[in-house]
């Protein structure tokens, strides 16, 4: 099996790519950070990877938030209040949270993947305390760069991954 051309117990080989390409980055702090976060979404890759054949329930923006910052505002606590059963995961399913962000300002470092995980683990964070949501269920994510698009990237997306009828 592979996971996007590594092998899933290659997570070696995955770290010591991401260690080459940051050979610039000097500071041990920034690198042990990210190395984390890329051996962590490696790994949460593959548990979604666990499930297939899967099917997605995809619900794009289920949060927004102003510029540098992860503090979720009433328009969007309502409608996540509202989606929260349908984003419940069920027996076998996981909710990946993918947070955005093109916006990081000195709140943040500047780090726009840092402040897109601080957004999704927001959400995640609100789901667990007020709908009961099952944190061991829930996938809080960021990637390290943001692909640009025409529409904004201060939010937060859900995807329920279902396992497929027939499947393992």
Known sequence: DTLDGWA????????SVFRSTCM???????????ETAALTELVRAEEIARLSP????????????ESDS???????????DALADSLRPRSGQVL?????????????????????????RAVSDYLVREHG??????????WLSEVATDRTTRGVDARLIVPAAGGR
């Open 133 to 142: 949501f099952d944190e061991g269920r829930i996938r809080p994510k960021a």
């Open 8 to 15: 899933e117990d290659d997570h070696d080989a995955a770290l």
């Open 24 to 34: 610039d980055m000097d500071d041990p702090e920034w690198r042990a950070t990210h």
């Open 70 to 80: 992860d503090l979720i505002d009433e328009a969007s606590r309502e409608y996540i």
């Open 96 to 120: 990946s949270l993918e947070g955005h962000a093109t916006d990081a300002g000195p709140r943040f470092g500047f780090d726009d993947a840092r402040l897109a995980f601080a957004r999704a």
């Open 54 to 65: 899967h099917d997605e329930i995809r619900q794009p923006r289920i949060a927004t938030f």
